[in-house]
T-cell receptor, first 112, second 114 residues
Framework: GESVGLHLPTLSVQEGDNSIINCAYS??????FIWYKQESGKGPQFIID?????DKRQGQRVTVLLNKTVKHLSLQIAATQPGDSAVYFC???????????FGKGTKLSVKP | EAGVTQSPTHLIKTRGQQVTLRCSPI?????VYWYQQALGLGLQFLLW???????NRGNFPPRFSGRQFPNYSSELNVNALELEDSALYLC?????????????FGPGTRLLVL
């Protein structure tokens, strides 16, 4: 069935390093992708999105890359900080259903 | 500007009971989505409401239902609660309904079924 998956369930990085979180999606018809950050006890927080007519989009310290050929999405966080520690979800959308399909998430731990 | 709000924040119920969760979208948003997040799992889509109509529902039994009011707020009702309904229930809203609208989430309601 349709799914959005994550290659790495956990990621531990040193403060100041760059982090890369990967995601695979299975539905080639999806044309809208979002990264969310979820801290413990909170709802998911929008980080950045990208539409399928783009292959890269940058925000503040974050970059999302989209490779439609291999159906792969990644989130790059520059100069990772302790406050970046959270679970990161990618989600795909852009189909008529309206809902997003989420992966299980990657837990990012930042060591001081 | 206030974000998506949900109430209550926490809830404890027993098997067989019924529960109603509430969501107020961001001002100006017309679409509301409900998701279930069981412990350690990703978000599973439950329901999508737009302009007062149910637009789509996920793979959940009919005892999960809801509605959207004229002010775009929404309720999620769960009847005949089961232990596996214990989860964080998240509401999200978007400016319009549609496949490329960004969904913004509330803090969730944590439901424990004993």
């Amino acid at each position: 069935g349709e799914s959005v998956g994550l290659h790495l369930p956990t990621l531990s990085v040193q403060e100041g390093d760059n982090s890369i979180i990967n995601c695979a999606y299975s539905n080639s018809a999806s044309d809208y992708f979002i990264w969310y950050k979820q801290e413990s006890g909170k709802g998911p927080q929008f980080i950045i999105d990208i539409r399928s007519n783009m292959d890269k989009r940058q925000g503040q310290r974050v970059t999302v890359l989209l490779n439609k050929t291999v159906k792969h999405l990644s989130l790059q966080i520059a100069a990772t900080q302790p406050g970046d520690s959270a679970v990161y979800f990618c989600a795909e959308g852009g189909r008529s259903q309206g809902n997003l399909i989420f992966g299980k998430g990657t837990k990012l731990s930042v060591k001081p | 500007e206030a974000g998506v709000t949900q109430s209550p924040t926490h809830l404890i119920k027993t098997r067989g009971q019924q529960v109603t969760l509430r969501c107020s979208p961001i001002s100006g948003h017309t679409s509301v989505y409900w998701y279930q997040q069981a412990l350690g799992l990703g978000l599973q889509f439950l329901l999508w409401y737009d302009e007062g109509e149910e637009r789509n529902r996920g793979n959940f039994p009919p005892r999960f239902s809801g509605r959207q009011f004229p002010n775009y707020s929404s309720e999620l009702n769960v009847n005949a609660l089961e232990l596996e309904d214990s989860a964080l229930y998240l509401c999200a809203s978007s400016l319009f309904g549609g496949p490329q609208e960004t969904q913004y989430f509330g803090p969730g309601t944590r439901l424990l079924v004993l």
